[in-house]
């Protein structure tokens, strides 16, 4: 089990997958939608064996999801870094409320939907000084996997993050029919194929259907590319089955 993030890596080969190393969880994570069809919670799924190192598709063609087969090789991957290498500071924009100021960097979305219920995170930002609206902004901006969204309390000028171990999620979207992002958690340092590290921070997502116009980082691509690794809750359900 990964203890501290320090010892935890995730390191990008040029045109090829990510090695990860620190004994980093992997396990899959299922968003999970109400009736009106927004996603409402994030559900647990299949866990992996532990490993202190292994490698991770990143081109979406292995035949061994959601580990790195070499496909991408054969499948001539290009996978250029795009991403920008500036602060996520510099690049969000402020929305402004009484209690609360939301950053919100969208060239990170991952297109996880739970920023949509309730009015949305942002007029729920705006309507901050009703103590409801302000529970609901921080938990739906708390949800938002890739770190794209934020809320601040205007009163301590910090930044309003869940608590997230070293780990990596393998997201799974059953409302889409899709597979998406590694959703790495807790701080875990990313590096460049470059060898340059990503500014670290609490929560990314990391494109692995090899689609993303944002690479490394996901930009919500495999839902029009229908990326699936194959998981279960993305099977069609049987007759009878609920
Ligand atoms: S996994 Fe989201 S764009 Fe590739």
């Not at 590096?191 to 116009?213: F, M």
């Amino acid at each position: 089990m990964a203890k501290n993030a320090r010892d935890c890596k995730v390191v990008i080969a040029e045109n090829g997958p990510y090695f990860i190393s620190g004994s980093l969880p992997l396990a899959k994570e299922i968003i999970v939608c109400d009736r009106e069809g927004i996603p409402a919670k994030w559900g647990k799924g299949k866990r992996y064996p532990l490993k202190k190192e292994y490698s991770l598709c990143r081109c979406g063609q292995s035949g061994n999801k959601p580990y790195c087969d070499g496909a991408h090789a054969n499948a001539g991957f290009d996978g250029t870094e795009t991403a920008s290498r500036k602060k996520y500071i510099t690049r969000a924009e402020k929305i402004s409320g009484p209690s609360l100021i939301l950053t919100d960097c969208k060239e990170l979305c991952a297109i996880a939907r739970f920023c949509e219920k309730a009015g949305g995170v942002w007029q729920l930002t705006v309507d901050s000084g009703d103590p409801k609206a302000r529970k609901k902004a921080i938990e739906e901006a708390c949800n938002c996997p890739s770190g794209r969204l934020v809320e601040w309390d205007r009163k301590t000028g910090k930044p309003i993050e869940p608590k997230l171990k070293p780990s990596i999620s393998l997201v799974e979207d059953p409302d889409e029919k899709v597979s998406g992002p590694l959703w790495v958690k807790g701080g875990v340092q990313i590096v460049s194929s470059d060898g340059e590290t990503y500014e670290i921070r609490n929560r990314v997502t990391l494109c692995r259907c090899g689609r993303s116009g944002n690479k490394p980082f996901c930009n919500g691509m495999h839902i029009d590319a229908g990326f699936n690794d194959g998981d279960e809750s993305l099977k069609p359900k049987k007759k009878g089955s609920k």
